[in-house]
């Protein structure tokens, strides 16, 4: 497959704009949180928006995988799978802070090939597609050139994420190094790489859901993101990834992590 076919774009566009609905609908209104197994947080805005976004999935393209942060699995044997995470950053959402997005994911044969990071509070939305350059808001936009640590403007959700002494000693590497750093904003800082905005972003503790969507964001924004190995990430991939702008200062990033 060379490129994403229109058809798939397009229904990625239909799947945003119903979850979009949901963002606005709940965003800064009281809602009940709600605390899941693996200690993270939950709201109806998060069930509600999934939901929506599988109901299209099961109506218009039933043999078709799924696989969502809230509502579980089906069918991942399929050629396409689509992968939901409805609100990345719900703490974000129930504090009022615009920077939480929905991600989808479209997986052919196991690899991302299409991907959407929505935040439908400030009605803005990255499309990238094999094939394609990535989109804000339907005009492209490309990382910028960044070739050292020492110029870099590093994004990360939080420095609690790296639970284990060894990663934390790792990621301190290379905070000593960058320019500058900011903190918050989960999926929302990938955008901004795919944007310019930022030059890197480290991460953690994720899942296929967090990660699989900004693939193809980044990819078509001209920027890379592989797990601290290098290694593209699959459904079964590490969870902890490093998104870049610049393959040297990718590269760079890696050397400094250079933790098993």
């Not at 009940?32 to 509600?48: G, L, M, N, Y």
Request: hydrophobic share 45%.
């Amino acid at each position: 497959m060379d490129a994403v076919p229109a058809e798939l774009v397009a229904f990625a566009h239909r799947l945003a704009d119903a979850a979009g609905e949901i963002q606005r609908r709940w965003f800064r209104r009281p809602v009940a949180v709600d605390t899941k197994a693996d200690s993270s947080p939950v709201t109806i805005a998060d069930r509600e928006a999934e939901a929506v976004m599988r109901e299209l999935i099961e109506r218009h393209r039933p043999g078709d995988g799924l696989l969502g942060e809230e509502h579980g699995r089906a069918r991942l044997e399929a050629e396409w799978v689509w992968v939901l995470d409805p609100i990345d950053g719900t703490k974000s959402f129930v504090c009022g802070r615009p920077l939480f997005a929905t991600l989808i994911a479209l997986l052919h044969q196991g690899r991302p090939v299409l991907g959407v990071i929505e935040q439908g509070i400030l009605g803005e939305r990255w499309i990238g597609a094999r094939g394609r350059p990535t989109l804000l808001n339907g005009r492209p936009c490309r990382t910028r050139p960044c070739p050292t640590l020492e110029a870099a403007m590093l994004g990360c959700t939080s420095p609690q994420m790296f639970a284990e002494p060894a990663e934390r000693a790792a990621f301190e590497r290379v905070l000593g190094r960058v320019r500058q750093a900011i903190w918050g904003g989960d999926a929302y800082g990938a955008g901004l790489v795919a944007l310019g905005g930022l030059d890197l972003v480290i991460e953690a503790d994720l899942e296929a859901y967090d990660v699989l969507p900004l693939v193809p964001v980044i990819e078509g924004a001209g920027g890379i993101l592989t797990d601290w190995q290098g290694r593209p990430p699959g459904l079964q991939s590490d969870q902890r990834m490093v998104i870049a702008g610049d393959r040297r200062v990718h590269r760079a990033a890696l050397a400094a992590l250079a933790v098993a």
